[in-house]
């Protein structure tokens, strides 16, 4: 769906990123892991077109992202910020309603896909209140719902990139998103998430990606990159991997 | 419902009738009073229709040759600069962005002063019959000019930086003031005076002359901008999110400088220096009918035509038969208001 080859980024001289090449398929939810600086976020702005490639390539549906034009890009492919600073005092649903702005399927529709967006990012209680009155996970929230209704109802021909969607919320909430993240990539969406916290990337993603100092150190399951080699070699963290009583994928524990 | 949903619903008839209450008011009080029925009889004789009544060809000629075009000088200054405010805290992302930002003003004050000053200082000034137009169409220049300088100052790789157009702009602003300044200690008297009342700024030099060039700006940023409300809806998420959401925001930003540059600048050049409008309008009306650009948009247009139209009146009445500047009113109806809305409870 999204494909990147051979990927390199320079970002105010420096090479921030250096031969990445990933594939991120339909209904699949990709995590990316790496340490501060590692080059995540430029990763997401390359893929998203914020970034121009110094070299390789990024490609939506085997045309270079460049040559979409913007609106039907919008249609195809969304992307959570990390942090938007929105000084507006717009209503909840107002917000959630911009990602309908690419499309034009009728106020009607738009409606009903603002409120299941709302419900599956569990703010639905948060109804009518200004966004400057919110928390910052609510926030986040907000911000997710609007992603999905961008992209709603999902399906194979969409591309969604969310930068560490999880940071801002509570504990419940960082399982419970994550959750309908990964229930909205099995409509067919592809989904790519930068992650901080290990043991939610193990527990809901099919593929990481870890990244260290501008390059893939390795991609592919959970069990394969989530073990005491590579993360100490990464992050530096001495940890020990074992596995999860009940699930069974890994279990990261710091030593 | 919510309240402001409620609210939103009567805004823009409420305020169109404030707008006609205004307009009708501009054409019947001045130092001259007419009956207010009289008022609209001749505005109908003006249009063609045959009335006739005491005193109406009377009436016909005030209303025809001084308050129309007066108040429709009112009409477009307002709203083009309650359009343009509303344009500047979009591209800014900031509720308090005010249309001098891009130096628009600061330009067109010094393109004035340059007319005022040079054309005393040469001698053309003495001419009373093209002095005005000089000075419309140089106020005009000035500020097309710098604000073309702050935007071609804020390019960089092919992309504005907004943070950077803002400094510019108050570089380049205080740079045109202390050029106004210069302008001002050249100057002699009867000039220093002219200089002085155009920066306060006045509807009384109105003209159909005068009017034509302002209608058309103001009739262009009144029917685009509109045009570009959901785009606006997404700037103020902030520049990737716009473009995420598929809006060519580098287009729209350009859009917006050249829309406020034209609007400001024929505003500035038919009526001088106008403050608070830009800034106090659009505020005010997102406290009642929220920041969305599709009600916020014609909300300011007429908010923005009727706040100027009723300042204009104070400006003509509390002092008459002699006449307040504009920009005085303004300011003195703005400030207090503005500070008020800024100690209340942040929404």
Not at chain 2, 76 to 104: C, E, H, T, Y
Request: with cysteine; glycine share 12%; aromatic share 4%.
């Amino acid at each position: 769906m999204l494909r990147v080859e051979g990927l390199a980024v320079q970002r105010g001289g420096r090479q921030v990123l250096r031969g990445i090449d990933l594939d991120l398929r339909p209904g699949e939810l990709l995590g990316v892991l790496g340490p501060n600086g590692a080059g995540k976020s430029s990763l997401l702005a390359a893929l998203s077109g914020e970034l121009r490639p110094t070299a390789g390539q990024v490609r939506l549906d085997g045309r270079a992202l460049a040559d979409w034009p913007g609106l039907e890009r919008a249609r195809r492919l969304a992307v959570l910020p990390q942090s938007p600073a929105l000084e507006f005092a717009f209503r909840v649903e107002e917000v959630v309603g911009f990602g309908r702005l690419p499309h034009a399927s009728g106020r009607q529709r738009d409606t009903q896909i603002v409120a299941r967006a709302l419900a599956v990012a569990d703010i639905a209680h948060l109804l009518g209140r200004s966004y400057l009155s919110l928390s910052g996970g609510e926030r986040q929230r907000v911000h997710l719902a609007r992603v999905l209704a961008q992209l709603w109802p999902g399906g194979a021909q969409r591309v969604l990139l969310l930068d560490e969607p999880t940071s801002m919320l509570d504990p419940l909430h960082q399982h419970s998103i994550l959750q309908a993240v990964r229930e909205f990539a099995g409509q067919g969406t592809a989904v790519l998430a930068i992650l901080h916290d290990l043991n939610l990337a193990a527990r809901y993603c099919d593929r990481l990606l870890l990244l260290a100092d501008g390059r893939a150190w390795a991609l592919g399951s959970p069990e394969e990159v989530l073990r005491a080699g590579p993360l100490k070699a990464v992050f530096g963290l001495d940890v020990l991997v074992q596995r999860h009583p009940e699930r069974g994928h890994p279990l990261i524990v710091a030593r | 419902m919510s309240v402001r949903v409620r609210r939103s619903r009567i805004l823009l008839p409420a305020l169109g009738l404030l707008l006609l209450l205004a307009f009708w008011l501009s054409l019947a009080l001045g130092p001259l009073r007419l009956p207010l029925v009289d008022s609209l009889l001749a505005l109908l004789r003006l249009a063609g229709l045959p009335l006739s009544g005491e005193g109406l060809e009377q009436a016909e000629l005030i209303v025809g040759q001084i308050r129309l075009p007066r108040t429709l000088l009112g009409l477009a200054v307002g709203s083009v600069l309650a359009l343009s405010g509303v344009a500047m805290q979009a591209l800014f992302r900031n509720p308090l962005a005010d249309p001098g930002l891009i130096g628009v003003s600061g330009g067109a004050a010094l393109g004035a002063a340059l007319a005022i000053v040079g054309g005393s200082l040469s001698g053309a000034g003495e001419s009373p019959e093209a002095s005005p137009y000089l000075l419309s169409a140089s106020a005009f220049a000035g500020g097309l000019a710098v604000t073309a300088l702050v935007y071609r100052l804020g390019r960089h790789d092919g992309r504005t930086r907004v943070a950077t157009m803002l400094l510019a702009g108050l570089a380049l602003s205080a740079l045109a003031g202390a050029a106004v300044g210069l302008c001002g200690y050249l100057a002699d008297d009867a000039a220093l005076r002219r200089l002085t009342f155009w920066n306060l700024g006045s509807l009384s030099g109105a003209s159909y002359a005068r009017l034509w060039p302002l209608l058309l700006a103001t009739l262009g940023v009144a029917l685009w901008l509109p045009r570009r409300a959901g785009a606006l809806n997404a700037l103020l998420l902030g520049e990737s999110e716009a473009r995420h959401l598929g809006f060519d925001v580098e287009r729209l930003k350009r859009e917006l400088v050249f829309c406020t540059a034209l609007g400001v600048g024929a505003a500035v050049a038919a009526a001088g220096l106008i403050g608070f409008v830009g800034l106090l309008v659009p505020h005010l009306l997102r406290l009642l009918c929220g920041p969305d650009h599709r009600l916020l948009l014609p909300a300011a247009m007429l908010g923005g035509a009727s706040l100027l139209l009723f300042a204009d009146l104070l400006a003509r009445l509390l002092l008459a038969p002699a006449e307040l500047p504009l920009g005085i009113v303004t300011a003195l109806l703005g400030a207090p208001f503005f500070l008020w809305l800024l100690r209340r409870e942040p929404l």
